[in-house]
């Protein structure tokens, strides 16, 4: 079974940074998209960014665009996201999540949670004001 371990999360002020980090602990897992989720009390889980992890390239949702940055280092199968001028709206748990099957976006995009076989325990972040 694979896991994903995240790390990263905290408390910050509004304006500040954080940096997340996702392990995955089975270096041989056939990865095609590496992304974060994040939902906050009484709301649905929302997406946050991706990336491919073939070619790199990189999706965010409106919300975070120009502040997130999400990368990778695919020698220590691992994902980051770069959080930058935080929000209280930002408050929320992140979830690391991975797709294994490569299924064409046209078929089911890369915001809908189901694409992702994969997902960690979450890591809190915290902004406030």
């Known amino acids: 079974q694979v896991q994903l371990v995240e790390s990263g999360g905290g408390l910050v002020q509004a304006g500040e940074s954080l940096k997340l980090s996702c392990a995955a602990s089975?270096?041989?897992?056939?990865?095609?998209?590496r992304g974060w989720f994040r939902q906050a009390p009484g709301k649905e889980r929302e997406f946050v960014a991706a990336?491919?992890?073939?070619?790199?390239?990189?999706y965010y949702s409106d919300s975070v665009k120009g502040r997130f940055t999400i990368s990778r280092d695919n020698d220590d199968n691992t994902v980051y996201l770069e959080m930058d001028r935080l929000k209280p709206d930002d408050t929320a748990k992140y979830y690391c999540?991975?797709?294994?099957?490569?299924?064409?976006?046209?078929?089911?995009?890369?915001?809908?949670?189901?694409?992702?076989?994969?997902w960690g325990q979450g890591t809190q972040v915290t902004v406030s004001t």
């Open positions: 999540v991975v797709d294994t099957t490569g299924r064409p976006l046209v078929k089911m995009t890369l915001q809908n949670p189901r694409r992702y076989d994969y």
């Open positions: 089975d270096s041989s897992l056939t990865t095609y998209i």
């Open positions: 990336i491919l992890w073939g070619g790199g390239t990189t």
